[in-house]
């Protein structure tokens, strides 16, 4: 089993910046690959970002690219997302979840999720 911790969402204003972070437990993280996704109200679940075992290789949703920054730190069985140039379009429950196979990263059948962090941009 891994557990999986978010923190780090709240309220920001249009144009500000929010650091997400993924707490891991359990199992050796540094084995499975990792990602972000996100949930609006009334919307499906959507791929934010995704990033392998090793950090050498991450993944974006085409609208998201140049402003939101995936990253690990697997010493610290820790992910990150930097989202920068925040939009009210971009107000979601955010999740982290891993998966161990790397095919499919970009898809939403991840083993392992969190309970989300709300992110709330305001106009």
């Known amino acids: 089993q891994v557990q999986l911790i978010e923190s780090g969402g709240g309220l920001v204003q249009t144009g500000g910046s929010l650091r997400l972070s993924c707490a891991a437990s359990g199992r050796t993280v540094s084995n499975y690959h990792m990602g972000w996704f996100r949930q609006a109200p009334g919307k499906e679940r959507e791929f934010v970002a995704a990033i392998i075992s090793s950090g050498e290789r991450t993944y974006y949703a085409d609208s998201l690219k140049g402003r939101f920054t995936i990253s690990r730190n697997n010493a610290q069985n820790t992910m990150y997302l930097q989202m920068n140039s925040l939009k009210p379009e971009d107000t979601a429950v955010y999740y982290c979840?891993?998966?161990?196979?790397?095919?499919?990263?970009?898809?939403?059948?991840?083993?392992?999720w969190g309970q989300g962090t709300q992110v709330t941009v305001s106009a």
């Open positions: 979840a891993a998966r161990q196979t790397r095919l499919g990263i970009t898809t939403p059948n991840y083993d392992y």
